[in-house]
Nanobody, 118 residues
Framework: QVQLVESGGGLVQAGGSLRLSCAAS????????MGWYRQAPGKQRELVAS???????NYADSVKGRFAIFRDNVKNTVYLRMNSLKPEDTAVYYC????????????WGQGTQVTVSS
């Protein structure tokens, strides 16, 4: 059974930091690049960070230099470290396996809410 469980969100002031975690089932984690997506109210879901099996990373311009993605290939877990948070980072954050066209591979988990106050 494919499973994605995100955690670590919360309410933080602008300039603060959070670390998100996503535990994934091995069937989806091991063979794939993994990524963090976010969806703000009224907006489409967007990919903000991804990491290949080998550890190569890619970031959306809006988060470059502030966010860092990591993966633990033993624990089947992917993390997103978010620093210097801005109100515009407010969204529900989801993890998923990432296909070559940046689309998500598996059914979505419940996500984790990140709210940044000004």
């Amino acid at each position: 059974q494919v499973q994605l469980v995100e955690s670590g969100g919360g309410l933080v002031q602008a300039g603060g930091s959070l670390r998100l975690s996503c535990a994934a089932s091995g069937s989806i984690f091991s063979p794939n690049a993994m990524g963090w997506y976010r969806q703000a109210p009224g907006k489409q879901r967007e990919l903000v960070a991804s990491i290949t099996r080998g550890g190569s990373t890619n970031y959306a311009d809006s988060v470059k230099g502030r966010f860092a993605i990591f993966r633990d290939n033993v624990k089947n877990t992917v993390y997103l470290r978010m620093n210097s948070l801005k109100p515009e980072d407010t969204a529900v954050y989801y993890c998923n396996a990432v296909s070559s066209d940046s689309s998500a591979v598996a059914p979505w988990g419940q996500g984790t809410q990140v709210t940044v106050s000004s």
